[in-house]
């Protein structure tokens, strides 16, 4: 069944600071486990109390968004590259990651860690978030290394898919109702500068792109969707109140949002780095766009009369009765979170639910 959803969040919440001081200090498994119980059912009874239609576990229990991947998946080695950040503290900085530097082996399910626990807490709809397997072809792919094992991306996406598609059809048979991949890396094919870059090192943006969303849509192949509603997040990059591409979703709007067979888009509009509502338009009948107006990036809490005059901006390209409402993205796509209180990201959270049921009359 379609989610009528129009009140929810990209998926982490900032951790409390037991939560990350056990895992810095490296508590013992059972006890570190103990306290991301305790710390979701904490989580989940506030996000109730906001007034969301759907919620998540925060993911509390990964390092990051993205980390389960090579967790759960044999193949992967640690590797260093250097980002070059915007925003606080911006510029270039050199963080670990994780590169493919072998044939991919799924060891275990992705989300064994997470599903069952939310199974049985959460009395409210949730969702799950993975990461999509077209990212890893962005971020994972290190030449001179992966080519030892995957002579192509394009032959690398395939091991990507079947491990996602495996995980999927694992979600439904839990009976989960609602999966999201998160899906940021989709944004370098939009900003001139990682265009460029792309271009520069003789690969083709356009081809990779299509590439991608081909990859995703064949990972979201067995999905009963009379059952379950699935999304995509597309954002430009969240650490620590930071981002790392730029620009609107012009450049791929027409074959993201025309080809990606999800229900509903989770984008970015809470700043002018991520470009007007036009490319709206391209998003076809049935789809719902989740329109990502309240930002996690700073404390300052958004007018509701300006979220309400966006929303009308936003109607003049899909229909009102096919937006929702949320952050533009998680307020801990990293562990260490970004630069906002507790309280404060609680407020935004009530504001998202608040305008979503004086426009909507549900939340």
Known sequence: MKSPDRAEHVGSLLRPAELLEARTAGADPQRLREIEDSAILDALEKQAAAGLDRITDGEFRRGSWL???????????????????????GGPEVSSANAVGAKLRKRHHLTAHEV?????ASKRP???TLPAPSNFVVCSYRPGLTEKAYSTRAE??????AILRDEVRWLVSQGVTYIQFDAPYYTHYLDPQHRAQIEAEGRDPDQELAEGIAGDNAALADVPRDQVTVAAHICRGNSRSRWFTEGGYDVIAE??????????FLLEFDDERS???EPLRWVPAGKTVVLGLVTTKDAQLE????????????????????????????FASVAAGNLLSMDEQWRKLELVADTARKVWGTA
């Open 67 to 89: 980390t389960d991947m090579a967790d759960a998946v044999e193949g992967f080695v640690r590797d260093r590259v250097v980002l070059d950040w915007k925003g606080p503290g």
């Open 126 to 128: 949730f969702k799950v």
């Open 156 to 161: 690398l996406l395939q091991d990507l898919t």
């Open 303 to 330: 007018s509701q009369d300006d979220l309400r005059r966006r929303i009308d901006q936003a109607a003049r390209y899909v229909p009102v009765e096919r937006l929702a409402l949320s952050p533009q993205c998680g």
């Open 275 to 277: 470009g007007g509502f």
């Open 255 to 264: 074959r993201l949002f025309g080809s990606l067979d999800v229900d509903r």
């Open 116 to 120: 069952p626990f939310l199974l049985r």
